[in-house]
């Protein structure tokens, strides 16, 4: 582990452009991920760190049917948010699901989003072949024991998954992300936030070197919505999901007016599915409607022997979460 | 900054441990966990996994359950740091504390001091409504020995709840 500064910022913009000016310099919020692999795995190796935990990216507010959540709101408090609990309960499921009391006091929203993968491949140093950590080295994952991986943006450069319960109902919900740069702010919604793999696997998102997340915006659900997220995992609490899926249905007279759709578990990004969202829609609230959503959602996987059971648990899953939001009995 | 931008591997950092100041210089690398155990020698929080997975270096930052081994000490200036030798006042033991002993909360006790650490905090955030929210709000804190249902007890008896 090689020695790094720190840097206590007091500002937003010299932050930035502390950061942008120098190509070894990395943002410190919560910590859970960025001290994990400094400080124990020794993958990431700044030679210093901005400790960006004092800046004033704090509050949320809720103003035309958004909520603006401060990047530095912890998982915790935006967990205890009433407008969460009351208009996007399924972002507090999920909140509530992840990682643990002690970890949601200290991670931020901005550093769930960007949180690396667990892939234990690219977690230890010794593995060679990591095309996340060293592109063009190959990819051990695809190759030896996989189990927590994805099956959806997945390829045979990368298997690597986007382990964050917080963002299938972000991603569900077109929220959208809000960054400083040094040359001025911009917006991308999260849809368009991360990057698939491809050939360039430590190509993980659109920020560029020493930009900053502020703020994320969330659009709240119509009233009458009612949404869901089911966590599946090898134990009880405090474990990463299998598979998950996000929920959101407006249904009038039996039929889905307006259907939102994410998976987590499976996806190397934080996984919206559209394919399943287009069938649900008018589509009459049945069993059969969200078997056939399901089975869209997983249409074209990635499979290795370790996670070839994904597809089928992602399936049950989608068809479970469907059956609890729409109260439509299985 | 409070820092100027040449590289420095040293901070100076103010704790407040226990409720006194502690000034100390330290490597940047080194976190509150270990700025505790090697730095204040107060080494009743405990070094488990040192990874985030296992609670037992629980301590109340600014009076909230943290990880003290993904803390970097230097995150601390300025801030109200808790370990289990701040609970006991007067030579008194907290009321958790003395739970967890007439329970029979643990068994080698070396996940303890996280476990009460975080049963403090879990009583202070409400959330010891029933033996399942105790459960789930205590699966931050991994004990080996499996003293689970003493714990929960404990937890139960102080929050005033009768068995279930």
Known sequence: ?330 | MENTVSADPYVDVMLRVNGSARRLRLDSRVTLLDALRDELDLTGTKKGCDQGACGACTVLLDGKRVLSCLTLAAQCEGREVTSIEGLATDGRLHPVQEAFIRHDGFQCGYCTPGQIMSAVALLQEGRAGSDEEIREFMSGNLCRCGAYPNIVAAIREVAGRGSE
């Open chain 1, 1 to 330: 582990m090689r020695p790094f500064e720190y840097v206590r910022a007091d500002d937003v913009a010299a932050a930035v452009a502390l950061v942008s000016a120098d190509p070894q310099a990395e943002y410190l919020a919560g910590g859970t991920t960025e001290l994990d692999l400094v400080l124990k795995d020794g993958v990431l190796e700044p030679g210093r760190l901005v400790d960006i935990t004092r800046l004033p990216l704090r509050g949320i507010t809720f103003a035309e049917d958004t909520l603006r959540v401060g990047a530095l709101v912890t998982m915790e408090e935006l967990a205890a948010d009433p407008t969460v609990s009351e208009r996007v309960p399924f972002v507090r499921e999920a909140l509530l699901a992840g990682a643990s009391p002690q970890l949601r006091n200290m991670a931020t929203i901005g550093g769930n989003l960007l949180q690396r993968t667990r892939c234990r491949y690219f977690r230890d140093s010794t593995v060679m072949a990591c095309n996340k950590r060293t592109p063009g080295s190959g990819c051990a994952a695809v190759r030896g024991p996989a189990r927590m991986h994805a099956i959806l943006g997945a390829s045979e450069h990368c298997i690597a998954l986007h382990a964050s319960d917080l963002c299938v109902p972000l991603v569900a919900l077109d929220t959208v992300i809000d960054i400083q740069g040094v040359d001025g702010s911009r917006s991308v919604p999260l849809t368009q936030f991360y990057v698939l793999p491809g050939e360039r696997p430590d190509i993980e998102n659109v920020l560029q070197h020493g930009e900053l997340i502020t703020r994320i915006r969330i659009p709240l659900l119509p009233v009458g919505t009612r949404s869901g997220y089911l966590k599946v995992r090898d134990r009880a609490s405090y474990e990463f999901a299998l598979t998950s899926a996000a929920a959101a249905l407006l249904i009038e007279d039996g039929t889905i007016v307006r259907a939102r759709l994410a998976l987590g578990g499976v996806g190397t990004k934080p996984w919206r599915a559209l394919e399943a969202e287009e069938i649900l829609h008018g589509a009459p609230a049945t069993g059969r409607t969200f078997r056939a959503a399901a089975q869209a959602a997983l249409g074209d996987p990635f499979t290795v022997a370790g996670t070839a059971f994904k597809v089928e648990l992602a399936e049950r899953t989608i068809v479970r979460i469907l059956h609890t939001v729409s109260g439509v009995r299985s």
